[in-house]
């Protein structure tokens, strides 16, 4: 069983930092990409940023600049960074990944439980 597990959510306040962290556990061959989603109060779920397995890295407009998206691969965990928070930044951030379980082209999307994440003075 494949498991996403989030951490790192926090209130803090417009202009300040926050790290929050994903884990996946369990038992499976290799993971892909592996990405970050948010949804605010009353919005639908965004994507945010992605990095490969390779370590290439994309944002959405509105975080470009601001958020740092990273991967420990021998822990394999993924990181967001995220500077210069404003309070639209307030969302549960979800962890998203693309896993193989077994050494065949085939692979599975998983997800996090979710952490919140508040900006606000």
């Known amino acids: 069983q494949v498991q996403l597990v989030e951490s790192g959510g926090d209130l803090v306040q417009p202009g300040g930092s926050l790290r929050v962290s994903c884990a996946a556990s369990?038992?499976?061959?290799?993971?892909?990409?592996m990405a970050w989603y948010r949804q605010g109060p009353g919005k639908q779920r965004e994507w945010v940023a992605t990095?490969?397995?390779?370590?290439?890295?994309s944002y959405r407009g509105s975080v470009k600049g601001r958020f740092t998206i990273s991967r420990d691969n021998a822990k394999n965990t993924v990181y967001l960074q995220m500077n210069s928070l404003k309070p639209e930044d307030t969302a549960v951030y979800y962890c998203?990944?693309?896993?193989?379980?077994?050494?065949?082209?085939?692979?599975?999307?998983?997800w996090g439980q979710g952490t919140q994440v508040t900006v606000s003075s």
């Open positions: 990095i490969s397995s390779g370590g290439s890295t």
């Open positions: 369990g038992s499976f061959f290799s993971i892909n990409d």
């Open positions: 998203n990944a693309d896993i193989k379980l077994r050494d065949t082209r085939w692979s599975n999307s998983y």
